[in-house]
């Protein structure tokens, strides 16, 4: 499928953001979905996953801060971030199973 993400922006920290990750086609049969992030110089990290079981895992830099959620039936994945510091600003990736990715959407916290 083609992944394509939105909501990105400029943000103050402490600032809050939703990114979303729009889907060409059903991703119902895409068992984990995924978002990666990539800062200036720096190698694409992941952030979180979640499973069709509703099953997530974080990234220790944004656990208790960061949010993924998805609705197969709106073929729609999302990245709610709250409490958000400099050191998030990166591109952020969509990624799915069947190795899809997004393009990317830049996210910048700054003040």
């Known amino acids: 499928v083609q992944l394509v993400e939105s909501g990105g922006g400029l943000v103050q920290p402490g600032g809050s953001l939703r990114l979303s990750c729009a889907a060409s086609?059903?991703?119902?049969?895409?068992?984990?979905m995924r978002w990666y992030r990539q800062a200036p110089g720096m190698q694409r990290e992941f952030v979180a996953f979640?499973?069709?079981?509703?099953?997530?895992v974080y990234a220790n830099s944004v656990k208790g801060r960061f949010t993924i959620s998805r609705e197969n039936t709106r073929k729609m994945v999302y990245l709610q971030m709250n409490g958000l510091k400099a050191e998030d600003t990166a591109v952020y990736y969509c990624n799915g199973d069947d190795g899809s990715w997004g393009q990317g959407i830049q996210v910048t916290v700054s003040s």
């Open positions: 086609d059903s991703i119902a049969s895409i068992y984990v």
């Open positions: 979640i499973t069709n079981d509703g099953i997530t």
